[in-house]
Structures are given as C-alpha cells and as structure tokens.
C-alpha cells in the first residue's frame, strides 16, 4: 500500500517537472535535450543519374547506396539554381538568389575578379544555429564571396578550409579557341590553374593540390566531428568535385568502368563512407542527421568527362529538370523513417528544416523560401513544398506546381542564342514524363492559367534588390 503511494506520488512528481520542461521549452522535446547535430555534404555538378541508387549502371557508390537504404531517397528534391553561387547562397539562407542579390544575367557566379558576396545582412543557417551554440564549420568549395568580409567567419561559421571559387578558376594557361579550352579541362594539371586552398583567410597552397582535395576535406571534417564529438555541431562539407577539372588521388585511378568521372565518384563515395563510419564510431549516427546533394546538375559541355541526369532533359546551366533536380539522400538512422520520398523538397527547405530541429525560431523579419521537411523525415506526413520556381537570373523561367511544370522561357544551358518566350508554355507531367518530353499544353489550359496566376503572384513577391554578382575589380575573364 505504501509502495503504491509512494510510487503515485513520484509518477505525480515526474508529470509536473515534464510539464515545467515543456512550458520552458516551447520547442518542445527536441530543445529540452541537448540539440541534435547537422552535416551537409554538398557536391559540384553531380548529375541525378550518377549514383547506383539513382541508376548509374556503372558507378560504384556503395557507401551512398547504403546510406540511401537506411534513410530516405528523394527524387524530387531540387537545388534553388542550374548554377554554383547562385545554388549554395539559396541552401544557406532558405531565401530565392533573386531575393538576396546573389543573381545576374551577366555573370552567372562570382568569379575571382567578382568583389560582390552574400550580403552581412542575411541569415545563414549556421548564424541561427550558433544562438543554440552550435560549434560550427565550413569545409570545401566556397564561392559567395573570396574577399575577407564575405568569407565563411563572416557568415557564422567558426572556421573555414577549402577553395574559394571553383576549381577551374585563375586559369594560367591561355586558350585560343573552344577547343584548346576544352583540351586543357579534360587533360588537367595541378599548374594550370592557380587557385588557393585556405584555411579561413590564409592562403595554405596555390595552386592546390586537387588530386587529393576530397580525402583532404574529409579530414578536415572528421577532424572536426572528433573534436566536437561533446557538443552539438553543423558541418557544411562542400566538395569541389566533380566540378571540372576532374581530379581523383592515386588510389582511385582507373578504378571505374565509368572512367574519370568514375573514378572521381567513386573517391567522393569512399570519403562519404568513412564520414559515416566516424560517426558511427563516436556513437553520433542516431544525433546527427546528414543531407547529401549537389548544387546543380551535370557539366554537359565536357561529355563524358560531365556527369549524367541519367532520365532527366538537361544539365547544369539549364531550367529544364537536369539543371536543378538532385541526387539527394536524407540520413538518420532510428530518426530519419527510410524509405523512397517522391514529395518536393529543395534545398531552400535545410534551413526551415533544421531551425525546427534544433528548436530555433527561423527569421520572421525576412521572407523565407523554404519550408519544414520534418514531417517527412520523420515519416509523420507529407511535404508542406507543392511548388518549385526554376530562376535564371533576373527571370522566372519555369514552375512546377504538384505534377505540372510550365516553362514560360526556355534556353540553352550554355549556347549563345537569345532565349525563347512561349506564348502559350511547355507544360509538361512530370509524374508521368520526367524526362519533359511531351509537351501536354493543348490537353490543359487550365493548369496553364492557375501556373501562370501562381507565378505572376511569385514574381509580384520579390523586391529589387542591390545585385552582387556585377560587382567586379575589371572587365569579366571567364566564361
Ligand atoms: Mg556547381
């Protein structure tokens, strides 16, 4: 009888202290323990059909394929832009390019002689991740900016080591035609182009050592993950490659029926897996949720030496799907419900996604462009995005809006021809027709006419904003 009391009386007391946590902590369970941690490895230019557990015949990724297998694969998920700076400003502040300033239809993305950057006055996500104390740092490819204001310290990062633009920037050698140009990409040397490795502002080596750039920034991220093993962390882990020009270290040479590019993959893989294995190792795996994606679609000029859509029209550069429609893998194991998501996500959605997470309110002075995955992380309901805007510059060029895309201007990824206005769009189902193949505008005007309204109530949205990537030191040298 006693025992019965006594045990009421402390189910009592263990009820009121839950209550007082969770008045405490209106972010509720996530915010009373101690905050989960956030890994992001963002890779350059890999095509959606470049993974095994994506398609690729050929390409060995077993370390991906199983992340896939214990987490969710989704293959609806988009980066903001068909181009580098635009895409990676997009993931780090939830916010459209053309919201932020961090688009042109001039220079497409910074270049070494750029003095623009991400602005001071956006919010990054490792910037709200430090007011939960968040240790936090950026490793691999930068490119919102290579000038001390704009670097990763500057954007809440703790730290910064990798590239500040891409790796086929400060070329040294001088080309005189299409075809010593792409000569030089596919035959790469380390000295043809000058490009610094840089740990937060100090220059380490010029030109970088690119051969072994992925081991390189996976141990520096291992590193990272070691020391703050005790502490919630974000890693923002953004390989060079496959960018090219392609790169891959003695151990992955001629490894890969698929060539360069696979071998270059393949290493990337490999790297992916030992980062898994760190943390499976610290006991961090079930804390830490990882994101793996890319910033854009294929580099289809280089052929073979590019990567693959795989079913997907189009590549990097582009609005059509294989410009902006990403290999994408969520990974969490006993958090994240495995499975194959087919909903919408986009990368703008990381930061909505982990402010809820980690019981931080997201900026409410500033319009965000991303929404909470969390629902379908957790396999608790579906994806609040019903709507993708496919941005080139200045101009809304396409939407999606549930299984319908209409493209109101289309154009080449690289080409030098004008772009083309559709009087009536491309409309196109891309449940049924992934590939854009069949144009269906004459069976659906009506789909046409609740698009157009939806992008014409988008585009009414967005302020002028000062443009950063025209900024320059002198006349464009680039391409
Ligand atoms: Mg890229």
Known sequence: MQNTKSMKTLAKLLLFCLVCALAANPGGAQSRQRPQNFVVIFCDDLGYGDLGSFGNPTIRTPHLDRMAAEGQRWTSFYAADSVCTPSRSA????????????????????????????????????????????????????????????????????????????????????????????????NPKREYWNVPLQRNEEILERPADQTTITKRYTDEAIKFISANKSKPFFLYLAHSMPHMPLFRSKDFENKSARGLYGDVIEELDANVGRLLDTLRQLKLDRNTLVVFTSD??????????????????????????????????????????????????????????????????????????????????????RSPRQMMPYWRGSKLYALRHGSFKAHFITKSEYGGEPEVTHATPELYNLDIDPSEKWNVAAKHPEVIAEIRRLAEAHRKAIPPVENQLDKRIAAPTGK
């Not at 990798?162 to 990409?185: C, W």
């Not at 294989?322 to 959605?349: H, N, S």
């Open 296 to 381: 854009n679609g294929p580099w289809a000029l280089f052929d073979e030496q590019g990567g693959s859509a795989g079913l997907l029209r189009g590549a990097k550069g582009g609005t059509y799907e294989g410009g902006m429609r990403e290999p994408t893998i969520f990974w969490q194991p006993g958090t994240i419900k495995p499975g194959v998501v087919t909903d919408l996500g986009a990368t703008l959605d990381l930061l909505p996604t982990f402010c809820n997470l980690a019981g931080v309110p997201a900026p409410a002075d500033r319009v965000l462009d991303g929404y909470d995955l969390t629902a379908v992380l957790h396999g608790k309901g």
């Open 91 to 186: 993931l780090l502040t939830g916010r459209l390019p053309i919201r932020t300033g961090m688009f042109s239809d001039t220079n497409r993305v910074l270049f070494p002689n750029s003095t623009g950057g991400l602005p001071a006055s956006e919010i990054t996500i490792a910037e709200l991740l430090k007011t939960r104390s968040y240790a936090t740092a950026a490793i691999g490819k930068w490119h919102l900016g290579w000038q001390p204001e704009y670097l990763p310290m500057k954007q809440g990062f703790d730290s910064y080591f990798g590239i500040p633009y891409s790796n086929d920037m400060d070329a040294v050698v001088k080309f005189s035609s299409r075809a010593e140009y792409h000569a030089f990409m596919k």
